[in-house]
C-alpha cells in the first residue's frame, strides 16, 4: 500500500506547534501525519472476554476536560482496571492533552464509548456487575467498595456530579469523607482515592 501513502510534505518547525489549535500545547518530534482514529471497542464484544472473578470499570459521565479524563485513566492503569467507559457525546475527545495525561494508559486500558450511558449501566447490571455512583451524599463509605468483587463505579462532571438517568440506576451511591471546609474533590483525585479503597483486600 506504499503507493496509496501521500507524499510527504516538508513544512516550517511552527506550523507543526501550531496544529492542535491555540490552546494545545503540542508536543512534537518534527513529524505530524494525519490519520482516522481507530473503532473504539463495543461494550458487548467486552464483556463477552472478560471473565476474571475480581472486575474493576468506570464510567465517566459526561467528563469534557480531556486532563482530568487522561488523569483518571492514569489512576485506573495503576489500580488494575479492565475498561473505562464513556458516551461519543459531551465528552473528552482523545486528543494529545489526555495523551499526556493518560501517560500512556490510553494505549493499555480499553477506553470505550457509548451512545447511552444508562442503557450501558444497565447493561452492566445485566451482566451481574454491581454499579455504585460516586456522590458527596452517599450513603455508601468508598472503604465498602473493596468488598464488591463485581465492581463498575460512575464519576460525574465537576459541578454538575451525576446525571439524575445515570444516578438512579445505579445500585449504591458511595461517598468519600473529607473534611467540612471543603465540599468537593477534583474529580481525578476523587477517582484515585475511590480505585484504591475498591483495590483494598
Partial sequence: RRNDLPKIQRIDQQQIGSIGGAHEKTVHQGIVIAVRPLEPPHLDDFLGKYSKKK??????DQLS???NVGAI????QAFGVAAVITTFRNSAEENGT?????SGALDNIPFLRVTNLAQAIEKLKNNNISVVGLTGDGTMPAANLAKIEQLAIVLGAE???LRRLSRDRCDHLARIDINACC????VSNAAAIALYAASLS
Fill in 183 to 186: 465540599n468537593s474533590l477534583n
Fill in 98 to 102: 489526555l495523551a499526556r495525561a493518560a
Fill in 73 to 76: 485513566l492514569r489512576s485506573a
Fill in 159 to 161: 459541578g454538575k456530579g
Fill in 65 to 67: 476536560d480531556p486532563r
Fill in 55 to 60: 472486575l474493576r470499570i468506570v464510567l465517566l
